[in-house]
Nanobody, 128 residues
């Protein structure tokens, strides 16, 4: 079993930056893909970014590409999401998730249904 806890949410001004952290406890493997998703009020959960634990593969939603950066610190079992040039539409609850790719004939890091473990979420509010 893997437990995920997100940190770093809060209130930030338009154009500002914020770094989210996701601490994983329990065993982690290089076969895991870690993802960040977000859900705004009244909207469906959407993909933000994903990375393999080895850090050799990343993926971003078009809406955040060039402004957000996902990274891992394997020594700390932590995944980060650095968010720059924040816009009001980034206001949402941000969730960290983990997917074990082992044994999967097919998977997509962009689809939430493939993820096995989820954190409780952290609120990000972008305001003027």
């Amino acid at each position: 079993q893997l437990q995920l806890v997100e940190f770093g949410g809060g209130l930030v001004q338009i154009g500002g930056s914020l770094r989210l952290s996701c601490a994983a406890s329990g065993r982690t493997f290089t076969s895991y893909t870690m993802g960040w998703f977000r859900q705004a009020p009244g909207k469906e959960r959407e993909f933000v970014a994903a990375i393999n634990w080895s850090g050799d593969s990343t993926d971003y939603a078009d809406s955040v590409k060039g402004r957000f950066t996902i990274s891992t610190d394997n020594a700390k079992n932590t995944v980060y999401l650095q968010m720059n040039s924040l816009k009001p539409e980034a206001t949402a609850v941000y969730y960290c998730a983990a997917m074990d790719r082992n044994g999967r004939a097919y998977y997509s890091p962009r689809l939430s249904r493939y993820y096995d473990f989820w954190g409780q979420g952290t609120q990000v509010t972008v305001s003027s």
